[in-house]
């Protein structure tokens, strides 16, 4: 920029023209993986690759600066007419370059590795998302909040986020502890691992997941595995429907013996973004209801007659 057009900008900035001073301050923050993001100014073309980072930037105050989101990203009502540009599986890069972004935000563990790779290489300021845990989702927000300038509004949205999670805490922390298999898919079988978000909802409830100790946030595992830990209870997505009764004909399992097989929707506990909250009132609610079962089943030995 010339000598006489930085002077410019510097007058107008100082006369109070705060959409100017916006775009001529630089911003920076730290990603998920430890690199440093630097825009020149605040975003105002982002794209999202991920359902869940779609969410994440409206939440943060930033949805009408979103020019691109991947498929299912229906979250808000506004996110459903954004223009597409794949999926989080399938990215259309030539898609992507007609978009010009100034920001893009990947999903570090499931957008494809070769198309993270090829995006840094074309320049794209990029941003690699992996929130791992309730509080993640909390920076998550004033991350991208601060990236396109929208940290007022974001402000709100994390005040309110913690509020409610502190009042879920403190009507389900007090119960009794109960064993629980997650099931993500049964085709492979596939569970959660202790470093998966979805383990910190279980233990919010006061859950223990059986498959904790594993290091990896999507293991497969085997139905021994499971027999094996007899859990007292199975959770499910929605998404794998009636397949999570299948567990019903193993009658010496204790899910099954006592009854204690539930379904959670599925969108509410696979994004991670302030809607998991919801996810955490139908996990802690099955978990109470699965407590009342077992407490049933048990009553109901010692009171059988001899």
Known sequence: MHIL???????????????LAAQAESVSVIDDEGQTVSLTSPAVRIISLSPHITELVFAAGAGDK??????????????????RIGNHSSIDLERISTLKPDLIIAWNSGNPKAAIEKLKQLGYPLFLSEPRSLKDIVTTMHRFSK????EAVASKAIVDFEKRYAQIKEKYQSNDTVTVFYEIWYQPMMTIGGGHIINEVIETCGGSNVFARLSALAPKISIESILAANPQVILGGSNIGDKLFVWR????????????LFHVEWDHINRHS????????EVCDALNVARKNIQSAEQSKVEKPK
């Open 147 to 150: 990236l396109a300038n929208t």
């Open 66 to 83: 979103l020019v691109g989101v991947v498929e299912y990203s229906d979250f808000p009502e506004a996110a459903k007419s954004i223009e």
């Open 274 to 281: 302030p809607r998991i909250l919801d996810a955490v009132v």
């Open 249 to 260: 004909r193993w009658s010496r399992l204790d899910a099954s013996r006592y009854k204690n």
């Open 5 to 19: 057009g930085r002077n410019l900008v510097f007058f107008l900035v100082l006369s109070g023209w705060p959409w």
